[in-house]
């Protein structure tokens, strides 16, 4: 779970770096 977790911040935060 901590994994996933892990991995969806880092997503959003590229998707916000795209920003």
């Not at 977790?5 to 916000?16: A, F, M, P, V």
């Amino acid at each position: 779970m901590l994994g996933i977790n892990r991995n969806t911040l880092r997503k959003k935060l590229q998707i916000y770096d795209l920003l």
